[in-house]
């Protein structure tokens, strides 16, 4: 289970992205209906585009609501599920057009829609690239929605060579939708991990910085506990205490793995290498 801390890193990585992903949203969108104006459907643009703009200004504005705030009093998991509802109307969106142009849209139309909607899912790695749920809901309502389109389209077109161009779409929309799915899973393990990463190393610099400074203000007895091979060799329950591991993990170990590489870790080392005190 990712620690709370974790959490709230992958929503703010996702929310620094916002304002450059609405521009791009609304640009697609007045490009999508600029491109599907012609097939007569105004009613449907109309909507369509009003729809993606009302969720485009919904997604600013909660960008907005934390931009001044602090990350500290975020519920990470209710965030999680906002943008994962905005990820849901955008897939959902994007996923009628292709189903629409599917039923109503001339070869030239259709193929350009395509494109973009093939872009616009391209784009969920950037979009998503540190929230799977969202990205899940994006990628597989925009691509269902372009798997049916393709198979309305070529189902209303004349030829075996269209029949067969909509089942090799159908198939790479498919297989490309994996793809973007597992590269997501994989940005977000790795985040997590480098996360993860950065908190030990945070807190191993404050533990060496909290045991220099008792060593000196109480001349703890702590180096007297550590042989010549820098082995702890009778740790006090104070040590334990101030480096967060319990006796029996510390009989034994090695005094500076207890940190992560670091600049304290660094003076400490050259403390115990000379024996002197850290003052």
């Given at each position: 289970r990712l620690?709370?801390?974790?959490?709230?890193?992958?929503?703010?990585?996702?929310?620094?992205?916002?304002?450059?992903?609405?521009?791009g949203t609304v640009f697609n969108a007045v490009l999508a209906s600029f491109i599907f104006w012609s097939s007569g459907r105004i009613g449907f643009v109309v909507g369509w585009l009003t729809l993606n703009l009302v969720v485009s200004a919904l997604r600013f504005r909660h960008w907005q609501s934390w931009r001044d705030r602090p990350l500290s009093e975020m519920n990470p998991v209710r965030e999680e599920r906002t943008l994962s509802l905005f990820a849901l109307a955008g897939g959902l969106l994007w996923g009628n057009m292709m189903i629409a142009s599917g039923f109503w849209s001339y070869?030239?139309?259709f193929a350009l829609l395509a494109m973009l909607g093939g872009g616009v899912l391209t784009i969920a790695i950037v979009t998503y690239g540190t929230l799977f749920r969202a990205a899940?809901?994006?990628i597989t309502s925009l691509a269902s929605g372009g798997i049916i389109g393709w198979i309305t389209w070529t189902g209303m077109a004349s030829g075996s060579l269209a029949g067969h161009m909509g089942w090799a779409a159908v198939i790479m929309i498919g297989t490309f939708s994996m793809l973007l799915l597992q590269t997501v899973r994989d940005n977000e393990?790795?985040?997590?991990a480098?996360?993860?990463?950065?908190?030990?190393?945070?807190?191993?610099a404050e533990?060496?910085?909290?045991?220099?400074?008792?060593?000196?203000s109480q001349s703890a007895d702590w180096i007297r506990l550590v042989d010549?091979?820098?082995?702890?060799?009778?740790?006090?329950?104070r040590f334990a205490a101030a480096s967060r591991h319990s006796l029996a993990q510390l009989e034994a170990r090695r005094f500076l793995d207890l940190f992560e590489p670091s600049p304290e870790k660094d003076m400490l080392k050259v403390h115990l290498a000379i024996g002197s005190p850290f003052r």
């Amino acid at each position: 289970r990712l620690s709370r801390e974790v959490q709230i890193a992958l929503i703010e990585s996702s929310l620094k992205k916002v304002p450059s992903i609405v521009v791009g949203t609304v640009f697609n969108a007045v490009l999508a209906s600029f491109i599907f104006w012609s097939s007569g459907r105004i009613g449907f643009v109309v909507g369509w585009l009003t729809l993606n703009l009302v969720v485009s200004a919904l997604r600013f504005r909660h960008w907005q609501s934390w931009r001044d705030r602090p990350l500290s009093e975020m519920n990470p998991v209710r965030e999680e599920r906002t943008l994962s509802l905005f990820a849901l109307a955008g897939g959902l969106l994007w996923g009628n057009m292709m189903i629409a142009s599917g039923f109503w849209s001339y070869p030239v139309q259709f193929a350009l829609l395509a494109m973009l909607g093939g872009g616009v899912l391209t784009i969920a790695i950037v979009t998503y690239g540190t929230l799977f749920r969202a990205a899940l809901a994006f990628i597989t309502s925009l691509a269902s929605g372009g798997i049916i389109g393709w198979i309305t389209w070529t189902g209303m077109a004349s030829g075996s060579l269209a029949g067969h161009m909509g089942w090799a779409a159908v198939i790479m929309i498919g297989t490309f939708s994996m793809l973007l799915l597992q590269t997501v899973r994989d940005n977000e393990r790795m985040f997590i991990a480098k996360v993860r990463g950065e908190m030990a190393l945070r807190e191993s610099a404050e533990t060496v910085q909290m045991l220099l400074q008792d060593f000196a203000s109480q001349s703890a007895d702590w180096i007297r506990l550590v042989d010549a091979e820098g082995r702890i060799t009778a740790p006090s329950m104070r040590f334990a205490a101030a480096s967060r591991h319990s006796l029996a993990q510390l009989e034994a170990r090695r005094f500076l793995d207890l940190f992560e590489p670091s600049p304290e870790k660094d003076m400490l080392k050259v403390h115990l290498a000379i024996g002197s005190p850290f003052r």
